[in-house]
Structures are given as structure tokens and as C-alpha cells.
């Protein structure tokens, strides 16, 4: 197992810098860019875009007034490869470049970043003028809170529905919640949100929950119990919507996974040499039939914590890792795109390697020595 653990990790290195050439030939070919939205931001109505940049390098970026004089005189009508660029002043241009590090050939950007990323500096946002990691922090609270709740609410009604339907295979109880499931997992999550903002958060009806926020303005004056009450109080509708669709997976797995080992050999052993079914059920079945539910338990909650549902953070105001990867990728702010990515995928290799670790926990005749990686 050791050895098998060490080429796991081994493997991780090759994985990472494949996910990281990807990524970042992509971006090369992207439409758009940082230095292209600032330009944008020049041209158009936006005229924070210098206090934005000019943080770090303020005396870089003294070009932006000569810029704009400039403009209005038409005396720096010059081609640039960026598009608006017209009529801006070539060296803010290349001001601006430097600023982003774009005054770089892309490979020596790419090693620098691996180099950077090697040791978990991710550096600073383009527009946000805070590190990566600090952002990242702050955003997390938020992601934790919607993917461990969701899992341990997904799992903790998932597995016993799973059993029960599993105990009672085509019979009425059996037909009918698959019915609601099936339903339940065809409706959109964003859709039954604002269902449930117009039904009980104000819309049209009731309004018994808060629509934004995963705390209210006075959390730090309420006390240890209110806090607890005020922070499921908001968690309420957004976990709701989000596990609407939750249980079909899990509750299916459980239940075939039930019945493939209800008709084996060792369950009908069980029971001839006199077993109640519980005995036959909870003493043999349910280990080995949970073997592929519990292993699977690490990857459902990754998946919950870091995908989530975008459209429900956004929906009920709720500022996670979610929104914060997407606004970064339409604002091209790269240093936060990379960094969720690189983090992201890290963590899911990890957690990949910790679900088969799981499954030798559950069921130690399980060895990956003897297979081939």
C-alpha cells in the first residue's frame, strides 16, 4: 500500500503540470484580456480603472492624463494589437503590460507561474488589490458551509431512503418516491430558488427567511445560540434548492447496491442458519453494499464544496468560491482564475487518492498493491 500511496502522489506532478499547460494555452487564445479591459474601461465610463492598477505602480501608469490629452488632441492615433487601443498613448500601453507581466514571452510567464504556484504564491488580483490566498479565505466560509451541509444532508436522507427502497423493490413505498425523485432531480436548482425567494423570502407571499447574505448585519452582537439559529436561518432556502436534485444519485447507489448483495449466496446462508432479516441486513449486507457509498463520500463532498451551484450563490447573494472563480473569469482577472484552478485540481487528486484509501478502510481485502497504476 505504500508503494502504491507513493506513486499516487508521484503521479500528481505529471497531472498538475498537464491541467496548467492546458489552462494557460487557453487563455493565450481567449478573446480579451486584462490590459484589454482596462483599455475598455479608458474609453468608456468606467474612470476608476486607474485608481484600480495605479495602487502598485502609480508612477507606471502617470501616462493615463498624457493618454487622454492625447486623444483629444489626436495626436497618438497609432495601431496596437489591442483592440480600443487607438489614440492611447503607446507607452501607458506598454505601461500597462508591464504592470500585468504581459512585457513577458508566454513561456517565461508560464515558468514563472509553476515556480510561484510550487510554493503557493499566487501572487495579487488584477482589480482587486488583495493577495489571491487572502481572497480566497475570505471567500471560503461560504463554500464550506453549502458543500459539508449539503453532503451530510444529502447523505443522511440519501442512504436510509436508499434501504427502505431497497427492502421494498417494486412495492408502492418503492414506486412512488422514485417518482418524486426522478421529478425532483429534473427541475432545475435556480428555478425552484426563485420559487422559493417569491414563496417565503419576501416575494409574493410570505416572507419568513432572509433573501441574502449568510448572516445578518447584527451576527456579532447576537449571542452563541442566536448565532446558531441566524446562520441556519440563512442557509435554509439556498440548501434547499440545492438539494433538490441531490438525492437521486445517492439514493439509487444505495439501493442496487443493496440489491445486488440481498441476492447473493452469503445473504441466503444468513438467513438459513436463522438470522432475523436486521441481523442479515445491518450484520452482513450493509457493509459490504455501503462499501462504494462511503468511498465515494470524500469526491460528493469536494464536489459539493467547490462546484456548488453558481446560480444559487448568486441567486441568494452569497459571495463563495463559486461566484468569486466566475465574476474572475469574466473580469480576466487571471492570477484568481489560475489560483482556483491550480487549488482545485490539486485538492481533487488528493481526495481522488483518499477514496481509494477509503475503500481498503471499509473493506481491507481490497488491496491496490496487486493492481496496476
Known amino acids: 500500500m505504500t508503494a502504491y500511496i507513493l506513486r499516487r502522489l508521484l503521479l500528481i506532478i505529471p497531472t498538475m503540470l498537464g491541467v496548467m499547460i492546458v489552462s494557460f494555452t487557453v487563455i493565450q487564445f481567449a478573446p480579451g484580456g486584462p490590459v484589454e479591459r482596462?483599455?475598455?474601461?479608458?474609453?468608456?465610463?468606467?474612470?476608476?480603472?486607474?485608481?484600480?492598477?495605479?495602487?502598485t505602480q502609480s508612477g507606471d501608469f502617470s501616462a493615463g492624463s498624457q493618454a487622454q490629452s492625447n486623444t483629444a488632441t489626436g495626436d497618438a492615433s497609432v495601431s496596437s494589437k489591442y483592440r480600443g487601443a487607438q489614440g492611447?498613448?503607446?507607452?501607458?500601453?506598454?505601461?500597462?503590460e508591464k504592470q500585468f507581466g504581459f512585457d513577458k514571452p508566454a513561456h517565461e510567464r508560464f515558468l514563472l507561474m509553476?515556480?510561484?504556484?510550487?510554493?503557493?504564491?499566487?501572487?495579487?488580483?488584477?482589480?482587486?488589490?488583495?493577495?489571491?490566498?487572502?481572497?480566497?479565505?475570505?471567500?471560503?466560509?461560504v463554500s464550506i458551509s453549502l458543500g459539508l451541509w449539503m453532503t451530510l444532508i444529502s447523505y443522511g436522507i440519501s442512504i436510509p431512503l436508499g434501504i427502505r427502497k431497497a427492502m421494498s423493490d417494486g412495492e408502492r413505498f418503492d414506486v412512488w418516491t422514485?417518482?418524486?425523485?426522478?421529478?425532483?432531480?429534473?427541475?432545475?436548482?435556480?428555478?425552484?430558488?426563485?420559487?422559493?425567494?417569491?414563496?417565503?423570502?419576501?416575494?409574493?407571499?410570505?416572507?419568513?427567511?432572509?433573501?441574502?447574505?449568510?448572516?445578518?448585519?447584527?451576527?456579532?452582537?447576537?449571542?452563541?445560540?442566536?448565532?446558531?439559529?441566524?446562520?441556519?436561518?440563512h442557509l435554509t432556502l439556498p440548501l434547499i434548492a440545492m438539494a433538490l436534485s441531490a438525492f437521486a444519485t445517492t439514493t439509487f447507489l444505495t439501493k442496487n447496491?443493496?440489491?445486488?448483495?440481498?441476492?447473493?449466496?452469503?445473504?441466503?446462508?444468513a438467513r438459513a442458519k436463522g438470522l432475523t432479516e436486521r441481523q442479515v441486513l445491518y450484520g452482513h449486507v450493509f457493509r459490504n453494499a455501503m462499501l462504494i457509498i462511503i468511498a465515494g463520500f470524500p469526491g460528493a463532498f469536494i464536489s459539493a464544496f467547490f462546484a456548488g451551484s453558481l446560480l444559487i450563490e448568486?441567486?441568494?447573494?452569497?459571495?463563495?468560491?463559486?461566484?468569486?472563480?466566475?465574476?474572475?473569469?469574466?473580469?480576466?482577472?487571471?492570477?484568481?482564475?489560475?489560483?482556483?484552478?491550480?487549488?482545485?485540481?490539486?485538492?481533487?487528486?488528493?481526495?481522488?487518492?483518499?477514496?481509494?484509501?477509503?475503500?481498503?478502510?471499509?473493506?481491507?481485502?481490497?488491496?491496490?498493491?496487486?493492481?496496476?497504476?
Do not use: C
Open 314 to 373: 448568486t441567486i441568494f447573494s452569497l459571495d463563495g468560491l463559486g461566484l468569486l472563480s466566475f465574476e474572475s473569469i469574466v473580469n480576466r482577472d487571471y492570477p484568481v482564475v489560475f489560483a482556483n484552478l491550480y487549488i482545485f485540481s490539486l485538492l481533487g487528486l488528493f481526495i481522488n487518492l483518499i477514496s481509494d484509501l477509503t475503500y481498503t478502510w471499509v473493506d481491507p481485502r481490497i488491496d491496490f498493491e496487486t493492481r496496476e497504476v
Open 178 to 233: 422514485s417518482g418524486v425523485i426522478v421529478i425532483g432531480y429534473a427541475i432545475p436548482g435556480f428555478l425552484f430558488a426563485v420559487l422559493l425567494i417569491v414563496l417565503f423570502a419576501g416575494g409574493t407571499f410570505l416572507d419568513w427567511f432572509p433573501l441574502r447574505g449568510l448572516t445578518s448585519e447584527n451576527f456579532a452582537q447576537l449571542p452563541w445560540h442566536e448565532k446558531i439559529l441566524d446562520y441556519f436561518w
Open 88 to 96: 492611447l498613448d503607446p507607452e501607458f500601453i506598454k505601461s500597462l
Open 38 to 55: 482596462v483599455i475598455a474601461q479608458l474609453t468608456g465610463t468606467d474612470v476608476a480603472a486607474t485608481a484600480r492598477i495605479g495602487g
Open 257 to 269: 447496491s443493496f440489491l445486488d448483495e440481498i441476492k447473493k449466496q452469503y445473504v441466503m446462508t
Open 114 to 141: 509553476l515556480s510561484n504556484y510550487a510554493r503557493f504564491d499566487f501572487g495579487e488580483s488584477y482589480f482587486r488589490d488583495v493577495s489571491v490566498i487572502e481572497l480566497i479565505i475570505e471567500k471560503m466560509p
